[in-house]
């Protein structure tokens, strides 16, 4: 198997690469181990599903026998991996098992942050990182009523629509004084913010959770910085993601935020490589749909024998709240500019821009999100 291309990781990135090497090479050995159960699915569905009507088992695209004959590759589900050895070009699995690697992939994706709450409620906290999360929450549903969200962000936002279009009372809290307050200028924020509270979204902001506890069997109460109290029937904390790099870690394996690659997606340990929510490129961390389809693309073709450096693209990220359609390519940090505000009934045109009025960054809101394709070609690459 020194030929062979072992990936680790059943998500979006490790489907990805073995896909497009597909496209390329019929033949090359590839090995897929999953620390679950390895079926394919889109894991953006998971924040509208709920109003969209599609029930947990629906979302699946296929189980790992399924993917395994489509793609003809080998795929290992409830496989943990535990320990890379470069020396030896070997991954060691939870049992003791060790795998022979040619080219190892990985592909980790990222855990929920758990904040140091405290009170009796923490562990009834939820999270939603995987399907299986998903269809505990959808579980935890049913005949409840009220729903509190600790998170304004992109997924926060998200599920918080889905939810009060479902019928579920939502409260929201984040320490923020807009929702998507990382992601749009203030009166962007102010935009969906307005939008989702008309949609029956309360938000709590500007503040923070300081302690939850357990009041009845399933019910909660919140207790927040600001003096205010809430009670909930479930507790999604929804406060963004961490890279998953503790394998890496273990193996000595470069880390900063994410797995440190180059632009070919190469560790700095010979024959391995990681993309997708747990790798860190040119000190870009990107959990985006299109950032993990332009890097397995890439990938797949240095692995089949053709090294090709990552290049991004421009690539807006449309968030799904229907209640305030919003589309946003954000600035990258640091990059001088100021935000260009146009402010309507039904919308809010931001366009960040340097001093020689060049388009950086954009935020589009309600009406204004049809200006995308006319816009987007004037960004500039997010990684030459």
């Given at each position: 198997m020194r030929n062979?291309?072992?990936?680790?990781?059943?998500?979006?990135?490790?489907?990805?690469?073995?896909?497009?090497?597909?496209?390329?090479?019929?033949?090359?050995?590839?090995e897929m181990f999953s620390a679950d159960h390895g079926g394919f699915y889109s894991k953006p569905m998971l924040s509208n599903a709920l109003s969209t009507g599609k029930n947990p088992d629906s979302i699946l695209n296929g189980d790992a026998a399924k993917m395994a004959s489509q793609l003809k590759i080998s795929i290992r589900p409830f496989c943990r991996v535990t320990l890379i050895d470069q020396e030896k070009h070997t991954i060691t699995l939870s049992d003791g098992e060790k795998i022979i690697y040619g080219r190892l992939v990985l592909a980790l994706g990222a855990d929920q942050v758990r904040l140091p709450l405290s009170g009796s409620g923490v562990e009834g906290i939820l999270t939603v990182n995987d399907l299986d999360d998903y269809k505990k929450f959808r579980s935890a549903l049913i005949g409840r009523a009220r729903v509190c969200i600790i998170g304004a962000g992109l997924i926060g936002c998200e599920?918080?629509?889905?939810?009060?279009?479902?019928?579920?009372?939502?409260?929201?809290?984040?320490?923020?004084?807009?929702?998507?307050?990382?992601?749009?200028?203030?009166?962007?924020?102010?935009?969906?913010?307005?939008?989702?509270?008309?949609?029956g979204v309360f938000f709590h902001l500007s503040t923070t959770t300081q302690a939850i506890d357990q009041i009845q069997q399933e019910r909660f109460r919140l207790t927040l910085a600001n003096g205010e109290s809430i009670e909930s029937d479930i507790v999604l904390s929804a406060v963004g993601l961490n890279p998953r790099t503790q394998l890496a870690v273990a193996a000595g394996i470069q880390v900063n935020r994410g797995i440190v690659v180059n632009r070919l997606l190469r560790t700095y340990c010979d024959d391995i490589y990681a993309l997708g929510d747990c790798a860190e490129v040119e000190g870009?961390?990107?959990?985006?749909?299109?950032?993990?389809?332009?890097?397995?693309k890439a990938l797949a073709a240095t692995l089949t024998g053709n090294p090709t450096q990552l290049h991004y693209p421009a690539m807006p990220v449309i968030v799904k709240t229907p209640s305030c359609p919003t589309i946003v390519s954000p600035p990258d940090f640091g990059i001088k500019g100021k935000w260009n505000v146009e402010i309507e009934e039904d919308g809010v045109r931001a366009l960040y821009q340097n001093d020689e009025?060049?388009?950086?960054?954009?935020?589009?809101?309600?009406t204004a999100t049809?200006?995308?394709?006319?816009?987007?070609?004037?960004?500039p690459a997010v990684l030459n």
């Amino acid at each position: 198997m020194r030929n062979s291309v072992v990936i680790v990781g059943s998500g979006l990135a490790g489907y990805g690469v073995a896909r497009e090497i597909r496209k390329l090479n019929s033949e090359l050995p590839i090995e897929m181990f999953s620390a679950d159960h390895g079926g394919f699915y889109s894991k953006p569905m998971l924040s509208n599903a709920l109003s969209t009507g599609k029930n947990p088992d629906s979302i699946l695209n296929g189980d790992a026998a399924k993917m395994a004959s489509q793609l003809k590759i080998s795929i290992r589900p409830f496989c943990r991996v535990t320990l890379i050895d470069q020396e030896k070009h070997t991954i060691t699995l939870s049992d003791g098992e060790k795998i022979i690697y040619g080219r190892l992939v990985l592909a980790l994706g990222a855990d929920q942050v758990r904040l140091p709450l405290s009170g009796s409620g923490v562990e009834g906290i939820l999270t939603v990182n995987d399907l299986d999360d998903y269809k505990k929450f959808r579980s935890a549903l049913i005949g409840r009523a009220r729903v509190c969200i600790i998170g304004a962000g992109l997924i926060g936002c998200e599920f918080a629509n889905d939810l009060v279009a479902s019928g579920y009372q939502v409260d929201v809290i984040d320490m923020g004084a807009r929702p998507l307050g990382r992601l749009l200028p203030p009166e962007g924020g102010a935009f969906i913010q307005k939008k989702l509270e008309e949609a029956g979204v309360f938000f709590h902001l500007s503040t923070t959770t300081q302690a939850i506890d357990q009041i009845q069997q399933e019910r909660f109460r919140l207790t927040l910085a600001n003096g205010e109290s809430i009670e909930s029937d479930i507790v999604l904390s929804a406060v963004g993601l961490n890279p998953r790099t503790q394998l890496a870690v273990a193996a000595g394996i470069q880390v900063n935020r994410g797995i440190v690659v180059n632009r070919l997606l190469r560790t700095y340990c010979d024959d391995i490589y990681a993309l997708g929510d747990c790798a860190e490129v040119e000190g870009k961390v990107l959990p985006f749909v299109m950032p993990i389809t332009h890097a397995a693309k890439a990938l797949a073709a240095t692995l089949t024998g053709n090294p090709t450096q990552l290049h991004y693209p421009a690539m807006p990220v449309i968030v799904k709240t229907p209640s305030c359609p919003t589309i946003v390519s954000p600035p990258d940090f640091g990059i001088k500019g100021k935000w260009n505000v146009e402010i309507e009934e039904d919308g809010v045109r931001a366009l960040y821009q340097n001093d020689e009025g060049n388009i950086l960054g954009y935020a589009l809101l309600g009406t204004a999100t049809k200006e995308k394709n006319n816009l987007t070609p004037q960004l500039p690459a997010v990684l030459n």
